[in-house]
Protein backbone atom coordinates (compact mmCIF):
# COMPACT_ATOMS: atom_id res chain seq x y z
CA UNK A 1 0.00 0.00 0.00
CA UNK A 2 1.53 3.19 -0.91
CA UNK A 3 1.14 6.24 1.42
CA UNK A 4 1.17 9.69 0.22
CA UNK A 5 3.40 12.62 1.27
CA UNK A 6 0.88 14.48 2.55
CA UNK A 7 0.73 12.13 5.49
CA UNK A 8 3.49 12.65 6.45
CA UNK A 9 4.70 15.37 9.88
CA UNK A 10 5.86 17.95 7.31
CA UNK A 11 5.34 21.42 6.90
CA UNK A 12 2.79 22.59 4.40
CA UNK A 13 5.29 24.55 2.19
CA UNK A 14 7.60 21.72 2.00
CA UNK A 15 5.00 19.35 1.01
CA UNK A 16 3.99 21.39 -1.63
CA UNK A 17 7.44 21.36 -2.66
CA UNK A 18 7.65 18.09 -2.74
CA UNK A 19 4.00 17.07 -5.01
CA UNK A 20 4.99 20.16 -7.51
CA UNK A 21 8.40 18.18 -8.54
CA UNK A 22 6.21 14.75 -8.87
CA UNK A 23 6.88 13.10 -5.83
CA UNK A 24 3.08 11.64 -4.83
CA UNK A 25 4.32 8.87 -2.38
CA UNK A 26 6.77 8.12 0.38
CA UNK A 27 8.16 5.41 -1.80
CA UNK A 28 8.57 8.07 -4.13
CA UNK A 29 11.72 9.11 -2.37
CA UNK A 30 13.04 5.76 -0.98
CA UNK A 31 16.16 5.77 -2.61
CA UNK A 32 17.32 9.69 -3.28
CA UNK A 33 20.11 11.18 -1.78
CA UNK A 34 19.88 14.66 0.29
CA UNK A 35 21.51 16.77 -2.44
CA UNK A 36 19.41 14.93 -5.05
CA UNK A 37 16.26 15.51 -3.12
CA UNK A 38 17.34 19.56 -3.06
CA UNK A 39 18.15 20.17 -6.22
CA UNK A 40 15.00 18.15 -7.79
CA UNK A 41 12.02 19.78 -5.13
CA UNK A 42 14.00 22.87 -4.87
CA UNK A 43 14.42 21.99 -1.12
CA UNK A 44 16.97 23.52 1.54
CA UNK A 45 19.98 20.77 2.03
CA UNK A 46 18.12 20.91 5.55
CA UNK A 47 14.67 20.31 4.31
CA UNK A 48 15.38 17.54 2.21
CA UNK A 49 17.20 15.69 5.36
CA UNK A 50 14.01 16.34 7.42
CA UNK A 51 11.75 15.07 4.36
CA UNK A 52 14.14 11.87 4.34
CA UNK A 53 14.18 11.60 8.09
CA UNK A 54 10.54 11.55 7.80
CA UNK A 55 10.18 8.86 5.06
CA UNK A 56 12.73 6.54 6.97
CA UNK A 57 10.45 7.76 10.95
CA UNK A 58 6.75 6.99 9.58
CA UNK A 59 7.35 4.47 7.08
CA UNK A 60 8.59 4.68 3.35
CA UNK A 61 8.57 0.61 2.71
CA UNK A 62 11.42 -1.71 2.95
CA UNK A 63 14.16 0.48 4.36
CA UNK A 64 16.71 -1.39 6.14
CA UNK A 65 18.07 1.49 8.07
CA UNK A 66 14.17 2.67 9.19
CA UNK A 67 12.73 2.73 12.43
CA UNK A 68 9.73 0.72 10.43
CA UNK A 69 11.96 -1.88 9.15
CA UNK A 70 12.09 -4.58 11.84
CA UNK A 71 9.55 -7.46 11.55
CA UNK A 72 7.13 -8.17 14.77
CA UNK A 73 9.36 -10.58 17.86
CA UNK A 74 7.66 -12.14 20.11
CA UNK A 75 8.78 -11.15 23.49
CA UNK A 76 10.72 -14.80 23.50
CA UNK A 77 12.52 -14.21 20.25
CA UNK A 78 13.72 -10.36 21.52
CA UNK A 79 14.73 -12.49 24.67
CA UNK A 80 16.68 -14.79 23.09
CA UNK A 81 18.21 -12.57 20.30
CA UNK A 82 19.66 -10.06 23.42
CA UNK A 83 21.42 -13.38 25.15
CA UNK A 84 22.97 -14.29 21.72
CA UNK A 85 24.61 -10.62 21.58
CA UNK A 86 27.90 -10.14 23.17
CA UNK A 87 28.87 -6.76 24.90
CA UNK A 88 31.95 -4.47 24.38
CA UNK A 89 34.46 -4.85 27.10
CA UNK A 90 35.75 -1.49 28.24
CA UNK A 91 39.05 -2.56 29.19
CA UNK A 92 37.75 -1.32 33.20
CA UNK A 93 36.42 -4.71 34.67
CA UNK A 94 34.87 -2.73 37.66
CA UNK A 95 32.70 -0.35 34.62
CA UNK A 96 32.00 -3.60 32.32
CA UNK A 97 30.84 -5.35 35.87
CA UNK A 98 28.53 -2.07 36.45
CA UNK A 99 27.41 -2.21 32.87
CA UNK A 100 26.57 -6.03 33.01
CA UNK A 101 29.24 -7.37 31.09
CA UNK A 102 29.99 -4.41 29.14
CA UNK A 103 28.74 -1.64 26.67
CA UNK A 104 25.53 -3.36 25.39
CA UNK A 105 24.92 -4.01 21.62
CA UNK A 106 21.88 -3.37 19.95
CA UNK A 107 20.88 -0.23 21.95
CA UNK A 108 22.32 3.20 22.57
CA UNK A 109 24.28 4.69 24.77
CA UNK A 110 25.75 8.04 25.99
CA UNK A 111 28.75 9.65 27.83
CA UNK A 112 28.22 12.49 29.67
CA UNK A 113 30.86 14.66 31.27
CA UNK A 114 32.95 17.93 31.01
CA UNK A 115 35.89 18.59 29.13
CA UNK A 116 38.74 16.50 30.05
CA UNK A 117 37.33 13.90 31.88
CA UNK A 118 37.58 11.24 29.78
CA UNK A 119 34.87 10.45 27.25
CA UNK A 120 36.85 10.59 24.04
CA UNK A 121 39.54 8.57 25.56
CA UNK A 122 36.43 5.75 26.12
CA UNK A 123 35.20 6.34 22.82
CA UNK A 124 39.02 5.57 21.49
CA UNK A 125 39.02 2.44 23.56
CA UNK A 126 35.99 1.19 22.64
CA UNK A 127 36.62 1.23 19.37
CA UNK A 128 40.05 -0.85 19.70
CA UNK A 129 38.05 -3.17 22.13
CA UNK A 130 34.99 -3.74 19.28
CA UNK A 131 37.71 -5.38 17.98
CA UNK A 132 38.97 -8.18 20.09
CA UNK A 133 38.57 -11.70 18.52
CA UNK A 134 35.42 -14.02 19.82
CA UNK A 135 38.30 -16.23 21.12
CA UNK A 136 39.64 -13.59 23.69
CA UNK A 137 36.32 -12.92 24.96
CA UNK A 138 35.85 -10.13 21.94
CA UNK A 139 33.35 -10.05 19.57
CA UNK A 140 35.75 -9.45 16.29
CA UNK A 141 33.76 -6.66 14.54
CA UNK A 142 34.92 -3.04 13.16
CA UNK A 143 33.44 0.28 13.88
CA UNK A 144 32.91 3.45 12.36
CA UNK A 145 33.89 6.32 14.12
CA UNK A 146 32.22 10.19 13.60
CA UNK A 147 34.27 13.10 14.79
CA UNK A 148 32.07 16.61 15.41
CA UNK A 149 34.82 18.11 17.09
CA UNK A 150 38.31 16.87 15.54
CA UNK A 151 39.42 15.04 18.69
CA UNK A 152 40.21 11.80 17.08
CA UNK A 153 43.94 11.23 18.17
CA UNK A 154 45.67 8.89 15.60
CA UNK A 155 48.83 8.24 17.78
CA UNK A 156 46.11 7.49 20.25
CA UNK A 157 44.93 5.17 18.71
CA UNK A 158 47.73 3.21 17.77
CA UNK A 159 48.92 3.29 21.37
CA UNK A 160 45.16 2.01 22.70
CA UNK A 161 45.80 -0.76 20.08
CA UNK A 162 49.25 -1.75 20.55
CA UNK A 163 48.37 -1.72 24.21
CA UNK A 164 45.38 -4.62 23.66
CA UNK A 165 47.29 -6.17 21.03
CA UNK A 166 49.65 -6.80 23.63
CA UNK A 167 47.57 -7.70 26.33
CA UNK A 168 45.89 -10.16 23.86
CA UNK A 169 48.84 -12.07 22.88
CA UNK A 170 49.72 -12.76 26.85
CA UNK A 171 46.45 -14.48 26.90
CA UNK A 172 47.13 -17.25 24.48
CA UNK A 173 46.52 -20.70 25.54
CA UNK A 174 45.51 -22.99 22.19
CA UNK A 175 45.90 -22.73 18.10
CA UNK A 176 42.70 -20.82 17.78
CA UNK A 177 44.18 -17.76 19.44
CA UNK A 178 47.59 -17.95 18.40
CA UNK A 179 45.97 -17.61 14.59
CA UNK A 180 43.71 -15.00 15.56
CA UNK A 181 46.57 -12.74 17.14
CA UNK A 182 47.68 -13.48 13.47
CA UNK A 183 45.02 -11.21 12.69
CA UNK A 184 44.80 -8.80 15.31
CA UNK A 185 47.46 -6.32 14.93
CA UNK A 186 47.64 -2.51 15.56
CA UNK A 187 47.35 -2.00 10.92
CA UNK A 188 44.64 -4.44 11.30
CA UNK A 189 42.69 -2.10 14.12
CA UNK A 190 43.67 0.90 12.26
CA UNK A 191 42.17 -1.21 8.92
CA UNK A 192 38.77 -1.81 10.29
CA UNK A 193 38.21 1.83 12.25
CA UNK A 194 36.13 4.00 9.41
CA UNK A 195 36.53 7.47 10.68
CA UNK A 196 34.12 9.90 9.66
CA UNK A 197 34.74 13.71 10.09
CA UNK A 198 31.37 15.98 10.37
CA UNK A 199 31.64 20.01 11.14
CA UNK A 200 27.95 20.51 11.63
CA UNK A 201 25.02 19.40 11.80
CA UNK A 202 24.24 19.30 8.30
CA UNK A 203 26.63 17.25 7.01
CA UNK A 204 26.40 14.86 10.58
CA UNK A 205 22.57 14.27 9.67
CA UNK A 206 23.52 13.40 5.86
CA UNK A 207 26.19 11.07 7.13
CA UNK A 208 23.57 8.98 9.22
CA UNK A 209 21.58 8.88 6.55
CA UNK A 210 23.94 6.97 4.08
CA UNK A 211 25.32 4.87 6.87
CA UNK A 212 22.75 2.15 6.23
CA UNK A 213 23.85 1.68 3.33
CA UNK A 214 27.05 1.50 4.34
CA UNK A 215 26.27 -0.87 7.18
CA UNK A 216 24.39 -3.62 4.36
CA UNK A 217 28.38 -3.61 2.57
CA UNK A 218 30.07 -4.18 6.00
CA UNK A 219 27.97 -6.46 8.02
CA UNK A 220 30.76 -6.67 10.03
CA UNK A 221 30.40 -3.32 11.97
CA UNK A 222 29.26 -3.46 15.27
CA UNK A 223 29.78 -0.45 16.95
CA UNK A 224 29.07 2.97 16.01
CA UNK A 225 30.65 6.48 17.78
CA UNK A 226 29.12 9.64 17.11
CA UNK A 227 31.60 11.97 19.45
CA UNK A 228 29.86 14.19 20.21
CA UNK A 229 26.18 14.56 19.45
CA UNK A 230 26.03 18.01 21.03
CA UNK A 231 28.52 19.82 19.54
CA UNK A 232 26.77 20.56 16.42
CA UNK A 233 23.49 21.01 17.90
CA UNK A 234 24.76 23.86 20.28
CA UNK A 235 25.17 26.51 17.44
CA UNK A 236 23.59 28.49 14.72
CA UNK A 237 19.77 27.42 15.65
CA UNK A 238 17.68 30.14 16.29
CA UNK A 239 14.68 27.73 16.05
CA UNK A 240 14.62 25.34 19.25
CA UNK A 241 11.64 23.75 17.99
CA UNK A 242 13.96 22.77 15.20
CA UNK A 243 16.51 21.43 17.10
CA UNK A 244 13.95 19.42 18.74
CA UNK A 245 12.47 17.63 15.96
CA UNK A 246 15.88 16.86 14.03
CA UNK A 247 16.99 15.46 17.53
CA UNK A 248 14.07 13.52 17.87
CA UNK A 249 14.23 11.79 14.03
CA UNK A 250 17.75 11.31 14.93
CA UNK A 251 17.34 9.61 18.33
CA UNK A 252 14.62 7.33 16.19
CA UNK A 253 17.50 6.94 13.30
CA UNK A 254 20.01 5.69 15.89
CA UNK A 255 17.66 3.35 17.61
CA UNK A 256 17.02 1.79 14.32
CA UNK A 257 20.19 1.27 13.32
CA UNK A 258 21.36 -0.36 16.26
CA UNK A 259 18.57 -2.85 16.44
CA UNK A 260 18.53 -3.68 12.91
CA UNK A 261 22.07 -4.39 12.19
CA UNK A 262 23.09 -5.38 15.67
CA UNK A 263 25.20 -2.85 16.85
CA UNK A 264 25.92 -0.76 19.71
CA UNK A 265 25.62 3.04 19.14
CA UNK A 266 27.66 5.44 21.68
CA UNK A 267 27.72 9.08 21.60
CA UNK A 268 28.94 11.66 23.96
CA UNK A 269 27.27 14.75 25.14
CA UNK A 270 28.88 17.72 26.63
CA UNK A 271 27.41 19.35 29.85
CA UNK A 272 25.64 22.48 30.46
CA UNK A 273 25.23 25.01 33.56
CA UNK A 274 21.20 24.88 34.47
CA UNK A 275 19.35 26.94 37.47
CA UNK A 276 17.34 25.04 40.03
CA UNK A 277 15.93 26.83 43.50
CA UNK A 278 18.30 29.87 43.02
CA UNK A 279 21.32 27.41 42.33
CA UNK A 280 23.08 26.48 39.04
CA UNK A 281 23.91 22.46 38.46
CA UNK A 282 26.05 21.19 35.64
CA UNK A 283 23.70 18.68 33.82
CA UNK A 284 23.55 17.26 30.06
CA UNK A 285 23.38 19.79 27.15
CA UNK A 286 20.46 19.21 24.45
CA UNK A 287 17.40 19.23 27.08
CA UNK A 288 15.42 16.77 29.61
CA UNK A 289 13.44 15.65 25.88
CA UNK A 290 16.85 14.46 24.22
CA UNK A 291 17.59 12.88 27.85
CA UNK A 292 15.02 10.33 27.20
CA UNK A 293 16.72 9.06 23.67
CA UNK A 294 19.68 6.65 25.11
CA UNK A 295 18.88 3.42 26.51
CA UNK A 296 21.97 4.30 29.12
CA UNK A 297 23.42 7.45 30.25
CA UNK A 298 27.14 7.10 31.75
CA UNK A 299 27.93 10.14 33.60
CA UNK A 300 31.81 10.27 34.31
CA UNK A 301 33.04 13.47 36.75
CA UNK A 302 35.83 14.35 39.16
CA UNK A 303 35.79 13.74 42.82
CA UNK A 304 38.66 15.90 43.94
CA UNK A 305 41.47 14.70 41.42
CA UNK A 306 39.93 11.20 40.83
CA UNK A 307 37.70 10.26 38.34
CA UNK A 308 34.49 8.88 38.71
CA UNK A 309 32.12 6.63 36.14
CA UNK A 310 28.34 6.55 37.06
CA UNK A 311 25.31 4.85 35.51
CA UNK A 312 22.50 7.61 35.94
CA UNK A 313 20.05 5.99 33.27
CA UNK A 314 20.04 1.87 32.49
CA UNK A 315 17.33 -0.49 32.00
CA UNK A 316 18.99 -2.51 34.40
CA UNK A 317 22.24 -1.19 36.36
CA UNK A 318 21.37 2.54 37.70
CA UNK A 319 22.79 4.07 40.37
CA UNK A 320 26.66 2.16 40.01
CA UNK A 321 29.61 4.21 40.01
CA UNK A 322 32.96 3.17 39.63
CA UNK A 323 36.45 4.75 39.68
CA UNK A 324 38.83 4.46 36.35
CA UNK A 325 41.96 6.38 35.25
CA UNK A 326 43.61 7.56 31.70
CA UNK A 327 47.08 5.59 31.62
CA UNK A 328 49.65 5.46 28.54
CA UNK A 329 47.27 2.26 27.86
CA UNK A 330 44.35 3.78 27.77
CA UNK A 331 41.14 3.28 29.82
CA UNK A 332 41.55 1.21 32.83
CA UNK A 333 40.62 0.26 36.48
CA UNK A 334 42.29 2.17 39.92
CA UNK A 335 43.25 0.35 42.59
CA UNK A 336 40.74 -1.49 44.42
CA UNK A 337 41.20 0.48 47.85
CA UNK A 338 41.70 3.68 46.76
CA UNK A 339 37.80 2.98 44.18
CA UNK A 340 36.33 2.01 47.78
CA UNK A 341 37.48 5.33 49.30
CA UNK A 342 36.32 7.72 46.45
CA UNK A 343 33.12 6.00 45.86
CA UNK A 344 31.98 6.11 49.18
CA UNK A 345 33.24 9.62 49.72
CA UNK A 346 31.46 10.73 46.68
CA UNK A 347 28.39 9.16 48.43
CA UNK A 348 28.53 10.59 51.34
CA UNK A 349 28.71 13.80 49.50
CA UNK A 350 25.64 13.19 47.17
CA UNK A 351 23.79 12.50 50.14
CA UNK A 352 24.77 15.52 52.00
CA UNK A 353 23.80 18.10 49.11
CA UNK A 354 20.43 16.35 49.30
Known amino acids: MQRSVFSLSLSPSVKRKLVNAGFQFTNDLLHLKPVQLSKEATLSQLEALEVLQAVRKEGGGGDEGGAGASSSLTALELLQKEEELRSIVTFSSQLDAALG???????????????????????????????????????????????????FLLQRVVDIAAAAVQHCSLLVEDDEQRVAMTTFTVETILSNTFLVRCHDYVELLAELHLLPDFLSDHPRVRLLVIDSVAFPFRQHFEDLSQRTRLLNGLAQQLIAMATSHNMAVLMTNQMTTRLRGGQSQQVPALGETWGHAPTSRLLLHWAGSRRLAAIFKSPDHTGATVQYQITSEGFRDVDQSEQTHTVQSAASQRDTSH
Open 101 to 151: GGLPVGKTTEICGAPGVGKTQLCLQLAVDVQVPQCFGGIGGQVVYIDTEGS
